[in-house]
């Protein structure tokens, strides 16, 4: 499965699939494209890309299926509805979901596949709209190791640190130890910051000192001085991180291991999205201490 000249389908053009789509084409691959919101594909139609009327059409016309979208209703729905891609690709597609989505779903869907003579990979991401943007992407891969092998060519144009994690789900359980490390990284961020403010430091010299040290993070050196500024501008939306939250939460409960960290920030990410905040970025949990 060689990745020169391979048709890539892309499904979902937003904060991340954008970028995605773009460094494929940019890397001279054909890109068939599909979004719920045909707009948000136009500047992909400029640099080349091609529009597809349906997902049905797109998943006939593609060699390599790739999707990024938001829930993982819509993840259902793309892959085994019926009008789905699982109905209409041909036999041997390559199928990508990079959406944070279910591990439970993720094999539900690698099944389904399978009996159609199709490879599915769980490919969940971590990075943001600034790793799509410079194809630095953290992707984290579940599903037959030799498919994962002749799929790295094409995951290694958006991504940089790509590892095999192991069976089908297994991406997605990846991504939900990120995440709940993220959320809990979060709220101390957060309140550094605030207390920074609150006693009377100059916030931006004290994170001069925090951010090189041993409580520095990703979301400290990237995501603080935002918060500072104001600018809350996403990079992930506040909606998609209480939904992986949800996820990672209902996921540990079946597993019997408890999150007490995680149910916290999920109570406060949801305060923010009660205050009308759900398409802010995720750094805007700041609000609940600056407002």
Known sequence: MSSEKQIIGFIGTGVMGKSMAAHLLKANHPVNVWTRTAGKAEPLLQEGAKWMDSIAVLAQQSDVVISIVGFPKDVEEIYLGEHGVIRNAKPGTLL?????SSPALAKKIAEAAAEKSLHALDAPVSGGDKGAREATLSIMVGGDKGIF?????????????????????SGQHTKMANQIAGACNMIGVCEAMAYAKSSGLDPYTALKSIESGA???????????????GDFEPGFYVKHFIKDMNIAIESSESMELETPGLKLVRSLYQKLADKGFEDDGTHALFKLWDS
């Not at 092998?149 to 994690?165: D, R």
């Open 215 to 229: 409580s520095g993070s990703w979301t400290m050196s990237n995501l603080a001085t935002k918060m500072l500024d």
């Open 149 to 169: 092998e002749k799929a790295l060519p094409v995951l290694q144009i958006m991504g940089k640190n790509i590892v095999y994690q192991g069976s089908s789900g």
């Open 96 to 100: 990508i979901d990079m959406t944070t």
